[in-house]
Nanobody
Framework: VQLVESGGGLVQPGGSLTLSCTTF????????INWVRQAPGKELEWVSV????????YYSTPVKGRFTISRDNAKNTVYLRMNSLNTDDTARYYC??????????????????WGQGTQVTVSS
């Protein structure tokens, strides 16, 4: 099983990025997919989740209204569109899959599978 994140990079404050997470080796549509992030020296922070069919989405307070999660089950891919980025969004972003949704978690091993992450740096 593999989850592969991409799309990270360096962006100026106020800018936008779209992250992707593609899965291999699982029946993608059986899993809720989360995005979590970890800034240097800080604990893992849950960001967002999308249901198996994409009809339910939830966001953490810091990103609500700025980030949008979506999925394409035909492509086994989840996206995180991030707008109005600020320096507090600087972190390594991970996608994490869980078959049964049980709320936000702040440790990667609370999920069934997770990727290696992609770095997002917001700086002028």
């Amino acid at each position: 099983v593999q989850l592969v994140e991409s799309g990270g990079g360096l962006v100026q404050p106020g800018g936008s990025l779209t992250l992707s997470c593609t899965t291999f080796g699982v029946t993608f549509s059986n899993y809720w997919i989360n995005w979590v992030r970890q800034a240097p020296g800080k604990e893992l922070e849950w960001v967002s989740v999308i249901s198996r069919e994409g009809d339910r989405t939830y966001y953490s307070t810091p990103v609500k209204g700025r980030f949008t999660i979506s999925r394409d089950n035909a492509k086994n891919t989840v996206y995180l569109r991030m707008n109005s980025l600020n320096t507090d969004d600087t972190a390594r972003y991970y996608c994490a899959a869980k078959r049964v949704y049980s709320g936000p978690h702040t440790t990667l091993d609370s999920y069934d599978y997770w990727g290696q992450g992609t770095q997002v740096t917001v700086s002028s």
